[in-house]
């Protein structure tokens, strides 16, 4: 209702022949028929060629028509006729179909939208009361399989949980459980499923890290030769020369010996695991985390 007579409003300030994108569209033959040379052939036949190349249209101005078939299909003049319209000076709206004209508008959005009153205004009628069509299901059989994605192997035969055995369907089985278990282990394998973040899945292998460890024996080594700080080895006879008050020295014992710093004590790395206890069915209970 409101959308004709907003129409109507701008029809009247309109003031050429044709509407508005119409006349847009012809604007846009005008343009392009520049580029094309009228050859009057007769009062209403002509040959149109373009100026670049060869190509050539006859156009009839009385009955018209263009070999492009521009002008039968749109209703619209095509750039070969505007270009043999304008060589006679000729007003191209006059050649418009009238389907575009100001005219066919005002009597397309003329008429009114009959108004109504409201539901509660309305005449009460003892009549039977107007039921949609009752709806009646098709017989076919319906489909049981799922869809299947497109890199999943449509040939894929699923194990019942509860029952353990192939092709079962856990609705539509009677018959009884094969594995008792089978129904544990499933809410087992879901509460694993859900404590995933929280724990370590993965075992971790034992690490040994060797530090610098400080190996001072009890006893010396007598298999081994005595050396000097230059390497050179130690007789015997050049002991002899060896003053009093380091021979008479005590010899460490392995008390005297220092500790080794922390640092050079082997660590061993164990991999870290979390007792999560599981209440109320199989449930994780946060708060013992």
């Known amino acids: ?15 050429h022949m044709i509407m508005p994108k119409s ?13 094309w040379i009228p050859n009057w052939s007769s009062d209403t036949l002509w040959q149109v060629e373009h100026t670049h190349n060869r190509n050539s249209f ?16 749109v209703g619209i003049p095509c750039r070969h006729a505007v270009a043999a319209l304008g060589f006679r000076n000729q007003s191209l709206e006059d050649f418009v179909d009238d389907y575009y004209s100001k005219d066919t508008c005002e009597k397309c959005y ?25 709806y009646k299901r098709v017989p076919r059989q ?3 399989l799922r869809r299947r994605e497109p890199d999943e192997d449509p040939n894929k035969v699923r194990t019942q949980t509860s029952y353990g055995v192939h092709g079962y ?31 370590t899945t993965q075992a971790q292998p034992n690490l040994v890290i060797n530090g610098p460890v400080s190996s001072s024996p009890s006893q010396p080594n007598h298999s081994a030769p005595v050396t000097s700080a230059h390497g050179e080895i130690v007789t015997s006879s050049q002991i ?12 460490p014992t392995t008390d005297d010996v220092p500790a ?19 209440h109320n069915d199989y449930y994780i209970d946060v708060l013992h985390l």
């Open 142 to 144: 319906s489909k049981k």
């Open 240 to 251: 002899d020369n060896v003053p009093d008050y380091i021979l008479s020295a005590p010899i």
């Open 110 to 134: 003329g008429y009114n939208v009959s108004h109504i009153n409201g539901q509660d205004m309305w005449l009460k009628v003892d009549m039977e009361k107007i039921l949609p069509p009752s």
């Open 1 to 15: 209702m409101n959308k004709n007579a907003n129409l109507r409003e701008r029809i009247d300030r309109w003031n």
């Open 169 to 199: 369907n856990a609705r539509s089985c009677t018959s009884q459980v094969v594995d008792p278990e089978a129904k544990k282990r499933k809410f087992e394998m879901l509460a694993a499923n859900l404590a995933a973040p929280f724990t």
């Open 260 to 278: 080794a710093p922390v640092s050079a004590i082997p660590r061993v790395l164990k991999p870290i695991e979390f007792n999560i206890p599981f």
């Open 23 to 35: 006349r847009l569209r012809l604007d846009k033959e005008v343009k392009h028929a520049w580029n």
């Open 58 to 73: 006859i156009v009839d101005t009385s009955k018209k028509t263009c070999t492009s078939n521009f002008w039968e299909l």
